[in-house]
C-alpha cells in the first residue's frame, strides 16, 4: 500500500509529535481522507524523511506522531537550473511539476522578449508562490525530501547580467550542435537549462546567451512547445550524464 507523504518544515525527532498546519491537516483528512493511525511519511524539504502515524484530534486537525527519522538523498548527480521564459496558462505549471519530478535542482523564471504574460510589484510574489506550492507538491508525489527553490523572478537581461562562468545550453530549433555532440560538464558544476516562452526566443537572445557561454542546441527535427521542451531536455540530460 502506498503510503501518503506531507512536507513539513522543521527539524525531526524520533517520539516528537508535530501539528499538522491548517492546509496539511485539510488534505490529509478530506483529500486523503485518511483515519487515525495512518501511517503516513513527511520530508522538510532538506533532506530529513520521517514516518510515522497520523493522530486525529478533531474533524478539522491533525498530528504526525513520528516514529522514524532518516535521512534520505534520492537527488540527481546533476546540479541543473530550468531557466525558462514564463508562458501563459497552465503550461508553466506544468513545466515547473515536470522538471522537478525528472530531478531539476533550481528554477529560474525570467521575462523575454516574447513572453505574453505581465506580472507587476505583488502579483510576480504571488506567482512565484503559487509556482513553489506546485514545487512541494511534485515532490510530495515523486518522492523527493529536498524541494527545489522558485527563485525570483528577473528580466532576461538581468539573469544574463548575474551569470558567472556558466555552463549551460540554449534551445534554439536552428541549432547545428544536438545533446549528441556535446561533451559532458565536470558533474559539480550548475547546468543552466534556457527554454523559451510561447514563440520561442528571438535570434538576438540566443546569440546573447552563447556570447554568455551556453551553447545552442535543437532535440531534433520537431519543434517542441514550451512546456515539453523543458522536461525533454531534463530527460535527455538524466539519461546521458545523470541518474536514469
Not at 527553490?149 to 539573469?159: D, V
Not at 551553447?215 to 519543434?223: E, F, K, S
Amino acid at each position: 500500500m502506498r503510503i501518503s507523504r506531507l512536507f513539513l518544515e522543521g527539524n525531526y525527532q524520533a517520539n516528537q509529535t508535530i501539528a499538522l498546519p491548517k492546509e496539511q491537516a485539510h488534505y490529509a483528512l478530506t483529500v486523503l481522507r485518511l483515519k487515525n493511525d495512518y501511517v503516513i511519511e513527511a520530508f522538510n524539504g532538506k533532506g530529513l524523511l520521517a514516518k510515522g502515524k497520523l493522530i486525529v484530534t478533531s474533524r478539522r486537525t491533525a498530528d504526525l506522531l513520528i516514529e522514524t527519522v532518516e535521512e534520505s538523498n534520492n537527488e540527481s548527480p546533476l546540479h541543473t537550473v530550468l531557466v525558462q521564459g514564463i508562458s501563459k496558462g497552465d503550461r508553466m505549471d506544468y513545466s515547473i511539476q515536470k522538471a522537478v519530478e525528472l530531478g531539476i535542482t533550481t528554477i529560474q523564471p525570467i521575462f523575454t522578449e516574447r513572453c505574453d504574460v505581465k506580472l507587476q510589484d505583488d502579483k510576480l510574489e504571488k506567482r512565484r508562490a503559487q509556482w513553489q506550492s506546485i514545487v512541494i507538491n511534485a515532490c510530495e508525489q515523486s518522492g523527493r525530501t529536498v524541494v527545489p527553490k522558485i527563485q525570483p523572478i528577473l528580466t532576461y537581461q538581468a539573469w544574463l547580467n548575474q551569470l558567472s562562468e556558466p555552463f549551460g545550453l540554449v534551445l534554439d530549433p536552428y541549432a547545428s550542435h544536438t545533446l549528441k555532440s556535446i561533451s559532458q560538464p565536470p558533474i559539480e558544476h550548475p547546468i543552466q537549462l534556457l527554454i523559451g516562452p510561447e514563440g520561442g526566443l528571438t535570434e538576438e537572445e540566443v546569440l546573447q546567451a552563447k556570447q554568455a557561454g551556453l551553447t545552442p542546441v535543437q532535440l531534433g527535427p520537431r519543434v517542441l512547445r514550451t512546456e515539453t521542451a523543458g522536461p525533454a531536455i531534463i530527460a535527455i540530460i538524466q539519461t546521458l550524464w545523470g541518474d536514469f
